[in-house]
T-cell receptor, first 114, second 115 residues
Framework: DTGVSQDPRHKITKRGQNVTFRCDPISEHNRLYWYRQTLGQGPEFLTYFQNEAQLEKSRLLSDRFSAERPKGSFSTLEIQRTEQGDSAMYLC????????????FGQGTRLTVV | AQTVTQSQPEMSVQEAETVTLSCTYDTSENNYYLFWYKQPPSRQMILVIRQEAYKQQNATENRFSVNFQKAAKSFSLKISDSQLGDTAMYFCAFMDNNAGNMLTFGGGTRLMVKP
């Protein structure tokens, strides 16, 4: 494993459906981040984990969003009752944590809500 | 809260020439890092260069260098000898070292290198 992987790469869903994305970080990285990127914009922070603990959540993360990182390995991001405004690229990144600042990004999951 | 502003939505440069991308930021913190990330079309974001705020010396990585002006809260990226593979979106990003290493990104600059 040489990088962060995300699955699926693309997801088209109907408004009101639930979707779940997966992120597999670099194996020795204990921090994992989720960002959302809309077309033509920079990524916006959603949430992050240190090991299995979710330590910070952005106000962008409404009650319809939930993220988990069981056992401090892979993470899932679920969006319930999707809305058209949820259409975006969802990026996952991981890093070693304190003292090492470089974040490695996955290729993202592009969500389209129709 | 921190903000990062990139005032150039798009730029172009001829191959082999030099281009400078601008970035300004706003923060009340003293212990932070600044980054430039590159996002090629349909590919993942990768780190180009990093600057620690406590270091006065500007960071350099091969053809990439920064001009870090802490008092002015300015952090520009210079790309020398531009190559076609430099074509990408470039994002300036801020990280508060005391706040979980989350990144605050600017809106990006789309750079086109022309042959």
């Amino acid at each position: 494993d040489t990088g962060v992987s995300q699955d699926p790469r693309h997801k088209i869903t109907k408004r009101g459906q639930n979707v779940t994305f997966r992120c597999d970080p670099i194996s020795e990285h204990n921090r994992l981040y989720w960002y959302r990127q809309t077309l033509g914009q920079g990524p916006e922070f959603l949430t992050y984990f240190q090991n299995e603990a979710q330590l910070e959540k952005s106000r962008l993360l409404s009650d319809r969003f939930s993220a988990e990182r069981p056992k401090g390995s892979f993470s899932t991001l679920e969006i319930q009752r999707t809305e058209q405004g949820d259409s975006a690229m969802y990026l996952c990144a991981s890093s070693r944590g304190t003292g090492n600042t470089e974040a490695f990004f996955g290729q993202g999951t592009r969500l389209t809500v129709v | 809260a921190q903000t990062v502003t990139q005032s150039q939505p798009e730029m172009s440069v001829q191959e082999a020439e030099t281009v400078t991308l601008s970035c300004t930021y706003d923060t009340s913190e003293n212990n932070y890092y600044l980054f430039w990330y590159k996002q090629p079309p349909s590919r993942q974001m990768i780190l180009v260069i990093r600057q620690e705020a406590y270091k006065q010396q500007n960071a350099t990585e091969n053809r990439f260098s920064v001009n870090f002006q802490k008092a002015a809260k300015s952090f520009s990226l210079k790309i020398s000898d531009s190559q076609l593979g430099d074509t990408a979106m470039y994002f300036c990003a801020f990280m508060d070292n005391n706040a979980g290493n989350m990144l605050t990104f600017g809106g990006g600059t789309r750079l086109m290198v022309k042959p």
